[in-house]
């Protein structure tokens, strides 16, 4: 839903923002590259900068503002979409997937829950986010 959603909005003229959370390590570091090499000899940080592409690779777990990070990654979105960060305190679209059946899933953990919907409600998601956000005119 949510790569229909953007898809949408950025259909009808919006710059639209897309934040994943993962809560599994990201492995993006390729065996043999410079950078691989280097957090194999032990650097404690490793940041990759590239044209529009960004990357850093810390050894230490470390809990991030996601607010912080919007602001300073997204700062030209006229709408930024997060998938995850159930802890955020965020405004919740909640899609109800029929096939999960595991009680954890079934109610966000903070926030406001501004619409339940399922799936292919893509329709009715992106009308209430442009209604909601100001978002129409």
């Given amino acids: 839903m949510l790569e229909a959603v953007v898809a949408r909005l950025n259909g009808l003229g919006y710059r639209v923002a897309a934040v994943k959370h993962d809560a599994h390590?990201?492995?993006l570091d390729t065996e043999g590259k410079d950078s691989w090499r280097?957090?194999?000899?032990?650097s404690s940080d490793t940041l990759?900068?590239?044209r529009n592409q960004i990357l850093w690779m810390?050894?230490?777990e470390a809990h991030f503002d996601l607010r912080a990070l919007i602001e300073l990654f997204c700062p030209a979105a006229d709408i930024v979409l997060v998938?995850?960060?159930r802890s955020a305190g965020?405004?919740?679209?909640w899609v109800q997937r029929p096939e999960v059946d595991d009680p954890e899933w079934r109610e966000p953990a903070t926030g406001q829950v501004i619409t339940k919907a399922h799936p292919d409600d893509v329709d009715s998601v992106v009308e209430l986010?442009?209604?909601r956000y100001s978002l129409g005119g």
């Fill in 25 to 27: 390590r990201i492995e």
């Fill in 38 to 42: 280097l957090r194999q000899a032990g």
């Fill in 48 to 50: 990759l900068i590239g």
């Fill in 58 to 60: 810390g050894a230490e």
């Fill in 83 to 85: 998938e995850g960060y």
């Fill in 90 to 93: 965020l405004d919740t679209v």
């Fill in 129 to 131: 986010l442009l209604s």
